[in-house]
């Protein structure tokens, strides 16, 4: 397809402009095509942000449109308990829980079918089994159901508030008292809509209990409690305190620490979750063990007691 930017389409993005002319497709997949390399712009790439001036010619070549049910992968599981009706698994940082976005391939759904078959269709195609979810970047234990019937009884404890979910998570700096309370509320970041924000005192209202665990120069761990599971919780209420989750430049944490490699990922990790069995009741504890490059990490910090 070749499109011509008009005079009226100066100083609109390459995507917001593209969006308007191709309403048929959504904005996130034309970003998708602009990030693969399918727009030109005056016969070369660019980026979805770029600021148009007028009168630029545009190719666009579409691409097949993403799966509509997700697709079983060879990949690779860690799995912590099982039964007849649910699994949970020890989910790596830098894998993405479900398709969407722009990833389609090497999610934890696709392992999971490949391993089971066949999952809970309460969440729809593309989310069999997923009874609740993990950033990218976060790993640790998450339960998946295997039925519908176990899935809408997980569901239902969850939504009641009735699983206890503990993190670890490393902040940069120091905190002043062993254990604190956060409960404000958290909405999307008007200024930067990749991100949440605790700081606006409006949005879905949200409580994250922390302990501290170990002090360091100059980072803390922290056990982190979470009675509600807001979209990156953790990280806005933490970075709203000024004590954003290293490796979390997102939030406010430095892109690299002096001396120290970098961390490829934020040190957020959900270390234990607590919940009943969907049809015994019995009650189901899960941890999962920090990351073994996590732990390397934060032991090459500077001690507490070390000179500043």
């Known amino acids: 397809m070749r499109l ?7 100083g609109k993005r390459l995507d917001q402009m593209l969006h308007e002319r191709l309403p048929e497709f959504s904005r996130s997949r034309l970003q998708e095509w602009i990030k693969a390399g399918r727009v030109l712009v005056n016969g070369a790439p660019s980026r979805a942000s770029h600021a148009l001036r007028g009168g630029e010619s545009i190719a666009v070549e579409p691409a097949e449109p993403p799966p ?5 992968e060879d990949i690779p599981l860690t799995l912590l308990y099982e039964d007849a009706d649910l699994v949970v698994v020890d989910k790596p940082a830098g894998m993405v829980v479900h398709s969407g976005a722009g990833v389609h391939s090497g999610t934890l759904v696709n392992a999971l079918l490949h391993r089971f078959g066949q999952l809970s269709a309460v969440g729809g195609p593309l989310r069999p089994g997923i009874v609740h979810r993990l950033d990218r970047f976060t790993s640790g234990v998450l339960v998946v159901a295997k039925n519908d019937a176990a899935h809408r009884r997980l569901a239902a404890q969850f939504s009641g508030r009735q699983v206890e979910k503990i993190y670890l998570a490393l902040v940069h700096g120091r905190l002043a008292n062993d254990s604190g309370r956060i409960e404000r509320p958290i909405a999307r970041d008007p200024s930067r809509r990749t991100r949440m924000t605790a700081r606006l005192g409006e949005g879905r209202a949200a409580l994250s209990e922390y302990r501290v665990l170990r002090r360091f120069a100059k980072f803390t ?3 982190v409690r979470i009675g509600t599971g807001r979209t990156h919780q953790i990280r ?14 997102l939030y406010g944490a430095p892109a690299c620490v002096p ?3 970098p961390l490829g990922r934020y040190f957020l990790h959900a270390r234990r979750i607590r919940f009943q069995q969907p049809v015994t009741g019995a009650e189901i504890a899960v941890e999962a063990p920090l990351p073994a490059a996590l732990n390397a990490w934060m032991e090459a910090l500077e001690p507490l007691d070390s000179p500043l």
């Open 68 to 72: 509509l049910h997700a697709e079983a």
């Open 259 to 261: 001396g120290m490699p």
């Open 4 to 10: 011509t930017a008009e005079t009226a389409d100066a």
């Open 236 to 249: 806005a209420h933490l970075s709203s305190i000024g004590r954003p989750v290293a490796g979390d430049p």
């Open 221 to 223: 761990l922290l056990e």
